[in-house]
């Protein structure tokens, strides 16, 4: 058996010292039978990600349940309903050792830059699979204490694999001592996107009405957005006289004021709820709802994501956008996707807006053909990343439960 590295070694010392002042009884859910895969998150937005991603899983195979953490309280999976949720133990080798011995899990997926070294240790030496997903070329963290070791790297180095977000990550990973065949150089998790459906005669109909116009698409609209969307919208349609918006509210109730601007702003409009067809003067087509949105992305090649121009919101998720062939602009007020937006900006499928200038400017440059395809591929280009990496996680997962299987 190979030794620990003696940075692991003394901080497992000091856990072990730490027994008496800080172990406590915590009262945990049975158990269920079969193998438990246990997932371990540092924030809230990883957990959701890797939940939807077992959805798949889930069509795959039953012989398994699911054990969740996450690190902090406000990151707590609580709306995670029909799964086993428990909190962390502590970094003492007591508290560890009662948490493993209740739970037994088979498989660890962690994911991110938090390490708990004294738990990751215990796990491996119960003969749990440990996967590793979503290494960030970030800093290493663990439990703070001016007393404790670093024991990043001897932590690090017991995960059998560890799926790193870049190159640069992967550096990192092997500069800590970790070996280069357990790693492997993937793309930041994405959570899975189902498309939206759309009727495909539904789809062929206001297409031909269309007759080519250019098209763009302003989705969940809050109130203090509308007066930038629709004077954005008329400015752009000065350069570009045949364009047309569709806005899609936020909610329901806010149809009607919209539609009261669009008459304020002096646009032309036709409403969806009310059976109406955009014809060849109708510059605003008003939807209800977002029961048909997978349509409204289908037909136009760059959209606006609502929520994100007004503060306290937070924008939305962008993938789906992409995903469906959309250029992405949004406001600066994205902060619970800014990851998710940041790695589009990077690719170049997505670009910030502030206000009716920028926003018109944008549509103005960004409806040519040619501009919204380079931009909807460089968001297909990172939402196929992000499955491709998912893929790999599924594949070793399955690949362990199978071995389970087989010993049985």
């Known amino acids: 058996m190979a030794r620990r590295p003696i940075s692991l070694a003394a901080y497992l010392a000091f856990a072990r010292g730490q027994d008496r002042l800080t172990a406590k009884s915590v ?22 990600t890797l939940l939807t991603l077992i959805q798949r899983l889930r069509h795959q195979r039953d012989d398994f349940s699911l054990l969740l953490t996450c690190d902090s309280a406000q990151t707590s999976p609580s709306e995670a309903t029909g799964e086993q949720i428990s909190s962390l133990p502590s970094e003492t080798l007591s508290d560890i050792g009662r948490f493993l011995d209740h739970w037994q899990p088979d498989i660890l997926v962690w994911a991110g830059n938090e390490l708990r070294p004294a738990l990751i240790n215990e796990a491996s030496q119960s003969g749990t699979h440990l996967l590793l997903v979503d290494a960030a ?32 990550a992967a550096q990192s990973l092997r500069r800590l001592g970790v070996p280069g065949n357990r790693i492997d150089v993937t793309s930041p998790l994405e959570p899975e996107v189902f498309p939206l459906t759309c009727h495909d005669g539904l789809h062929e109909e206001l297409t031909a009405a269309l007759a080519g116009r250019p098209v763009w698409l302003a989705v969940r609209v809050e109130p203090g957005e509308t007066d930038t969307v629709l004077r954005a919208h008329r400015r752009a349609s000065r350069l570009a006289h ?45 939807a209800g709802d977002d029961r048909e949105l997978g349509l409204w992305y289908r037909l136009a090649p760059l959209c ?48 910030i807006v502030k206000d009716v200038d920028s926003l018109s400017a944008a549509v103005t ?16 280009t990172v939402v196929s990343a992000g499955a491709e990496t998912a893929d790999l996680m599924l594949t070793q997962i399955n690949e362990w439960l199978d071995a389970m299987e087989a010993e049985l």
């Open 27 to 48: 009262q945990r859910t049975a158990r269920a039978d079969g193998p438990v895969l246990w997932l371990h998150c540092d924030t809230r937005d990883r957990l959701e």
């Open 137 to 168: 070329d970030a800093p290493w963290r663990q439990p703070s204490s001016r007393f404790m070791p670093d024991a990043t790297s001897g932590a690090l180095r017991l995960f059998h694999t560890i799926f790193a977000q870049d190159r640069q």
């Open 242 to 286: 045949r364009l047309l918006l569709v806005i899609v509210p936020a909610t329901s109730s806010n149809e009607e004021a919209i539609a009261e601007h669009c008459q304020e702003v002096g646009l032309r409009l036709a409403r969806w709820e009310n059976g109406e067809m955009p014809d060849e003067n109708t510059q605003v087509l008003l």
């Open 304 to 351: 606006f994501l609502g929520g994100s121009l007004t503060a306290k919101i937070g924008g939305q998720a962008p993938m789906m956008a992409a995903a469906l062939g959309s250029a992405i602009l949004y406001g600066p007020n994205v902060g619970r996707h800014l990851d998710a937006y940041s790695r589009l900006v990077a690719a170049g499928a997505a670009r």
């Open 365 to 380: 440059h960004l409806i040519a053909p040619d501009q919204a395809a380079a931009m909807a591929h460089a968001g297909w």
